[in-house]
Protein backbone atom coordinates (compact mmCIF):
# COMPACT_ATOMS: atom_id res chain seq x y z
CA UNK A 1 0.00 0.00 0.00
CA UNK A 2 1.65 3.96 -0.84
CA UNK A 3 0.95 6.47 1.22
CA UNK A 4 1.31 9.96 0.48
CA UNK A 5 2.96 12.50 3.28
CA UNK A 6 2.41 15.93 1.95
CA UNK A 7 5.20 18.70 3.68
CA UNK A 8 5.30 22.27 3.66
CA UNK A 9 8.59 24.52 4.19
CA UNK A 10 8.30 27.71 5.66
CA UNK A 11 11.67 29.38 4.08
CA UNK A 12 13.54 31.29 6.47
CA UNK A 13 14.13 35.60 5.67
CA UNK A 14 17.86 36.51 5.25
CA UNK A 15 18.42 39.49 7.62
CA UNK A 16 20.18 41.34 5.51
CA UNK A 17 16.92 41.29 3.05
CA UNK A 18 18.23 38.97 0.41
CA UNK A 19 15.82 37.04 -1.43
CA UNK A 20 15.35 33.46 -0.10
CA UNK A 21 15.34 30.90 -2.55
CA UNK A 22 12.88 28.44 -2.88
CA UNK A 23 13.49 26.47 -5.95
CA UNK A 24 16.53 24.82 -8.04
CA UNK A 25 16.97 25.86 -11.39
CA UNK A 26 15.47 22.73 -12.11
CA UNK A 27 11.58 23.97 -10.46
CA UNK A 28 12.66 21.39 -6.94
CA UNK A 29 11.78 22.75 -3.78
CA UNK A 30 15.16 23.73 -1.71
CA UNK A 31 15.25 23.96 1.95
CA UNK A 32 18.53 23.68 4.72
CA UNK A 33 16.67 23.52 8.75
CA UNK A 34 20.12 24.95 9.16
CA UNK A 35 19.55 28.22 7.61
CA UNK A 36 16.34 28.52 9.74
CA UNK A 37 13.88 26.58 6.90
CA UNK A 38 11.56 24.35 8.74
CA UNK A 39 10.04 21.86 7.66
CA UNK A 40 6.00 20.73 8.93
CA UNK A 41 4.20 17.41 8.04
CA UNK A 42 0.69 18.55 7.20
CA UNK A 43 -0.75 14.86 6.84
CA UNK A 44 -0.63 11.41 5.53
CA UNK A 45 -3.01 10.33 2.79
CA UNK A 46 -4.49 7.35 1.22
CA UNK A 47 -4.40 9.20 -2.49
CA UNK A 48 -2.14 11.86 -4.20
CA UNK A 49 -5.40 13.44 -5.14
CA UNK A 50 -6.76 13.54 -1.26
CA UNK A 51 -3.24 15.34 -0.09
CA UNK A 52 -3.29 17.84 -3.68
CA UNK A 53 -6.56 18.79 -1.84
CA UNK A 54 -5.36 19.68 1.15
CA UNK A 55 -2.92 21.68 -0.17
CA UNK A 56 -5.61 23.89 -2.02
CA UNK A 57 -7.26 23.78 1.76
CA UNK A 58 -3.62 24.75 3.24
CA UNK A 59 -3.11 27.57 0.82
CA UNK A 60 -6.00 29.29 2.59
CA UNK A 61 -4.33 29.60 5.87
CA UNK A 62 -2.48 32.22 7.59
CA UNK A 63 1.49 31.11 7.31
CA UNK A 64 1.20 28.71 4.17
CA UNK A 65 -0.95 31.05 2.13
CA UNK A 66 2.67 33.45 2.28
CA UNK A 67 4.32 30.39 0.94
CA UNK A 68 1.53 28.74 -1.30
CA UNK A 69 4.07 27.11 -3.64
CA UNK A 70 6.05 25.09 -0.99
CA UNK A 71 4.25 22.18 -0.51
CA UNK A 72 5.82 18.67 -1.74
CA UNK A 73 4.26 15.50 -2.07
CA UNK A 74 6.42 12.26 -1.14
CA UNK A 75 5.37 8.79 -1.67
CA UNK A 76 5.69 5.70 0.36
CA UNK A 77 5.26 2.21 0.54
CA UNK A 78 4.05 0.92 3.60
CA UNK A 79 6.14 -2.19 5.39
CA UNK A 80 9.33 -1.11 3.45
CA UNK A 81 12.61 0.41 5.02
CA UNK A 82 13.28 3.82 4.14
CA UNK A 83 16.67 3.98 5.34
CA UNK A 84 18.42 0.76 6.09
CA UNK A 85 22.21 1.27 5.23
CA UNK A 86 22.90 2.97 8.71
CA UNK A 87 24.27 6.81 8.65
CA UNK A 88 27.64 8.41 10.23
CA UNK A 89 27.05 11.95 12.76
CA UNK A 90 30.01 14.74 11.77
CA UNK A 91 30.40 16.71 15.04
CA UNK A 92 29.84 20.58 14.22
CA UNK A 93 33.30 22.03 14.93
CA UNK A 94 31.97 24.03 18.20
CA UNK A 95 29.87 21.36 19.35
CA UNK A 96 30.38 18.06 21.27
CA UNK A 97 29.78 14.63 19.42
Same mark, same amino acid.
Given at each position: ??????????? #? @?? &??? !??? $??????? /??????????????????????? #? @?? &??? !??? $??????? /???????????????????????????????
Amino acid at each position: MEVFLLWHVRH #A @RW &RDG !RPT $THRDEAG /ELVWDEEDGDDLKLLGAYSSEGR #A @RD &RIA !RAR $TLPGFRD /EPDCFFIAHHTLDRDEWSDGFVSVPHEDRAG
